[in-house]
């Protein structure tokens, strides 16, 4: 997990380093060189593309596209750390929509731990007036998206193969990424062609890392240590990018992250 939340760090300060292109050259970058990993993964072991719900394979790409797409847009007003701490808002949207959509029932000290990350992002906007509003807007809406991947992915289940799903997913964010690009498009330059390149590489490698770990430790041990990326992110943010984080900025961060980690800890301990 932890190269995973590396990697991850990795993709997000790349992300930000390039916030001079458009979102969507982004999302086509970043998804068109996943798609040799998965390609290559699905060809080599004989997986056929097409799944077995294409309906649901279809609606988790442009649910997942959606949400990619805003987090990166967000990227130009947000500081890289706080909208990573932003996004990390979505298991908070997916028990939302699992009450109405799948009639999951949430208990009251998990709305408890909702609420304190909820009252962080109250501190990040409230009290940091480095936070911009439209860049909050734009994250917590890709937030509530990336909560409905969650839906979608429980509702697929284990019918289709992971790297099908994600195949999916790469494959539409490509498609949209290449429409959305093409009155917008920016010559790279130089390194820049291999940043670029080197998005889908981080993103695959930590998506691989993230599902070993999950195979190899309960939920309880590995989830928790998902959130580091945070603080990977928020030191590159830092020294990389100069960015600067108030004493409310890290608070909010703070408080967003120990309110999801104890919802997993609490679900995990009494989920039977």
Known sequence: ??????????MNATVKYLSDFNAFQIVFFR?????FFTFGFLLKNKIPFGGNNKSLLILRGVVGVTSM???FMATKYLPIGSAVSLRYLAPIFAA???VFLLKEKVKFI????????????IVLKGFDKEVSGYGLILIVISAI??????????????????VVVVNYFMVISTVVG?????????MPVG???LLLSALGIFGYFGQVYMTKAFQTASTSQVAPLKYIEVIFTVLFGTFLFSEVYTFWSLLGIAMIICGLVLNILYKEKYKG
């Open 145 to 162: 998206f990336s909560g409905l991947v969650y839906i979608v992915l429980s509702k697929i289940g284990k019918s289709e193969h992971p």
């Open 191 to 193: 390194k820049e062609w």
């Open 96 to 98: 939302i929509f699992a």
């Open 1 to 10: 997990m932890l190269i995973s939340t590396l990697a991850f760090a990795c």
């Open 69 to 71: 797409s805003l987090f």
């Open 178 to 186: 290449l429409i959305g690009m093409l009155n917008h498009w920016k």
């Open 110 to 121: 998990q709305w408890l731990f909702f609420a304190m990350a909820f009252a962080g992002v």
């Open 31 to 35: 998804s068109a060189s996943s798609l």
